[in-house]
């Protein structure tokens, strides 16, 4: 066998050193306790409100699953949200046919308790599509676009929207 080389002896003992720093920095886990802790038992008080259109559909549909995970809660917040939907077409052609287009979903959301709005934010996000032949096959992509586009904006309001719940839990 062969002795440790020193380069080698150098990284463990630098990884020593950094360990007790790494356990001093503050992070803390934002679901600590399951669906028991506080972050999930806030989040299980939150009712989304109708939101029309597809889009509204898929995204109310999204939050909730999320939300649902956090277990039965009385329904004490309130969320509203508006979403802007829009299908864009680029990439022109000569003969004036678009072959790229990009559909965006921004969505303004507000937490409200009562009458008091607690958190007013937004979230977005956006996909390329390609268009070809297939009128079908354009038609499906830009639907799964959509699909995605919800899934991505229910997580990112569910994500603030636990933040928001621990960072005022710490307040308290």
């Known amino acids: 066998?062969?002795?440790a080389r020193p380069a080698s002896l150098l990284a463990l003992a630098l990884l020593g050193l950094a360990a007790p720093m790494l356990s001093g920095c503050g992070l803390q886990p934002l679901y600590a306790g399951g669906s028991k802790g506080a972050v999930a038992q806030s989040l299980a008080?939150?009712?989304?409100?109708?939101?029309?259109?597809?889009?509204?559909w898929l995204v109310r549909n999204a939050i909730n699953d999320r939300l649902?995970?956090?277990g039965p809660g009385e329904k004490r917040y309130r969320l509203e949200i508006e979403?802007?939907?829009?299908?864009?077409?680029?990439?022109v052609r000569t003969d004036n046919a678009v072959t790229r287009e990009r559909r965006t979903l921004r969505a303004r959301y507000k937490l409200i308790d009562g009458t008091a709005v607690l958190l007013d934010a937004t979230a977005g996000s956006d996909a390329g599509i390609d268009v070809v032949g297939s009128e079908y096959a354009t038609?499906?992509?830009?639907?799964?676009?959509l699909e995605n586009l919800s899934n991505q904006?229910?997580?990112?309001?569910?994500?603030?929207?636990?933040?928001?719940?621990?960072?005022?839990?710490?307040?308290?």
Request: net charge negative.
């Open 1 to 3: 066998m062969r002795p």
């Open 45 to 56: 008080n939150i009712e989304v409100a109708p939101i029309p259109g597809q889009a509204g």
């Open 68 to 70: 649902a995970a956090s």
């Open 83 to 91: 979403l802007d939907d829009q299908l864009t077409g680029f990439g």
């Open 139 to 145: 038609i499906a992509a830009e639907q799964t676009a």
């Open 153 to 172: 904006i229910a997580d990112q309001i569910v994500a603030r929207l636990a933040l928001y719940a621990k960072r005022t839990q710490t307040e308290q």
